[in-house]
């Protein structure tokens, strides 16, 4: 029996069985050269227990099982197939979050690099939301110490919608408001900051006033830029923390806690290099 892989990808929500391994199968996905496609994801190598998911999905209100259905795919990849899917949709929203054994970062050609072991950010306190909370009051629900000075921060949400926004709120406080945000509630949510100057952005002056808009108002909170096809457009060099030079990655969160799993020290050469 071959060595077997669960693999989640982002931002397409699938989960997929694989005995290729997963620089194997991110070959076997891309879908050409970075010239001509783009088609950067992140993948999650999910846990498994022999030819069993090695966690437990999130309920879904039972119109599918989806801990079979996972089930059934290991098993047809052990046996020989290269890919098999195991949840063609919605996998990221029934996933939790702590199932992560290992993230990756993709690039179109199917270069792959594996980013550094999870590191627990912030255990959420158990605050309650409204729509009219203020920064301040978001940090004292969420049992985070304020930063001493606001500035707007630039995200991009990969999962379960893309986003580009603008926000005076921290990692960590996105992370919680985002989880509890009365109406428009992420039950997880898969984000990254961005360095502030992204001068090949095709929405730039959207991005320039959303900018001029939270400066002027610290109480604001967010401000959404682009909803669309947010990772192709975003270079991953452009990511807070590649290179290290202040922390930064891919932050994963519920509504109880977030983690960060950060650039590796040393970025491979050949990933750099790489097309997409």
Known sequence: MADVNLVLSIPQGTITATSLGVEGFARHRSPGSGKHFKGRKLFADLLTTGLTPGFSFLDEGGWRNSRKD?????????????????????????????????????????????????????????????????????????????????????????????????????????????????????????????????????????????????????????????????????PFHSWVGFRRRRQGGVFVADSSHIDIWEFPELIPHDWEKAQG
């Not at 939301?129 to 940090?139: L, R, T």
């Open 70 to 234: 996972a089930a059934t795919a290991l098993a047809a990849a052990a046996s020989g197939n290269r890919t098999k899917t195991a949840l063609s949709n919605n996998g990221f929203s029934c996933t939790p979050v702590n199932a992560y054994k290992n993230v990756y970062l993709v690039k179109t050609a199917g270069n792959v690099m594996k980013m550094d072991t999870r590191k627990p950010l912030h255990t959420f306190a158990d605050g309650k939301c409204h729509e009219e909370m203020s920064p301040a009051q978001i940090a004292e629900a969420a049992g985070l110490k304020e930063p001493e000075a606001r500035k707007p921060r630039f995200y991009m949400v990969m999962c379960p919608v893309e986003l580009l926004l603008v926000s005076n709120l921290t990692p960590a406080e996105y992370a919680w408001y985002a989880t509890h945000r009365p109406g428009k509630i992420f039950r997880q949510v898969v984000f990254t900051e961005l360095n502030s100057e992204q001068t090949h952005l095709a929405a730039q002056s959207r991005y320039r006033d959303a900018i001029d808009e939270l400066s002027a108002d610290p109480e604001k909170k967010t401000k959404t830029v682009v909803s669309d096809d947010c990772m192709n457009e975003i």
